[in-house]
């Protein structure tokens, strides 16, 4: 199993990289791609991280799921990049794509949403056409998986690592970490 991790300035660094951890615990195959043109990222809270490629330089028929870190910056700089926009795309119709906190909103924008259920911050919610909102923290709804904000971030990796290598995986890595839920 094959995630990428689409990162651009602005992200919220413990939504994506929370992900991160929990997935590549699990064995799934973790890439941190740039939507920038850069490796070094520049978080919400200015906190650098080094993407591992370029998205564009992504094999993305080998990939499984592709994941969208929120932060309002992040998220606007995510909906700039034009292979971002696309393999959201592509994915929504194929295969699994998830997005959490304000990145729930890029998917609506781009058409994704259209009556599916789905969840994101609160301060997005008016950005969230066609969507059916339920304001949980983790909402799947077929092949995508929306998330509430940081707060939901450990539940929504859980649910990922679920799906990428299975249940019983998630669940020895809740307990390996101490996750109390």
């Known amino acids: 199993m094959k995630a990428v991790v689409?990162?651009?300035?602005?992200?919220?660094?413990?939504?994506?990289?929370?992900?991160?951890?929990?997935?590549?615990?699990?064995?799934?195959?973790?890439?941190?791609?740039?939507?920038?043109?850069?490796?070094t990222i520049d978080s919400s809270r200015h906190i650098k991280v080094l993407a591992d490629v370029f998205a564009d330089s992504v094999d993305y028929d080998s990939t499984d799921l592709i994941f969208l870190p929120g932060g309002r910056l992040g998220t606007e700089n995510l909906g700039a990049n034009r292979i971002v926009k696309d393999m959201c795309k592509e994915f929504a119709a194929s295969k699994r794509v998830a997005a959490i906190c304000a990145a729930p909103s890029l998917l609506a924008s781009l058409g994704l949403l259209e009556g599916k259920r789905a969840t994101c911050h609160p301060d997005f919610e008016g950005q969230m056409a066609g969507a059916k909102l339920t304001g949980d923290s983790v909402t799947i709804d077929g092949n995508i998986i929306t998330g509430q904000g940081l707060g939901a971030s450990f539940d929504f990796a859980f649910e990922l690592a679920a799906m990428l290598a299975g249940e019983e995986k998630a669940e020895e890595i809740r307990k390996a970490i101490c996750y109390r839920y």
């Open 6 to 39: 689409f990162l651009a300035d602005g992200f919220e660094e413990c939504e994506a990289l929370i992900v991160v951890d929990i997935l590549r615990r699990a064995g799934v195959e973790t890439v941190m791609a740039s939507a920038m043109d850069t490796l």
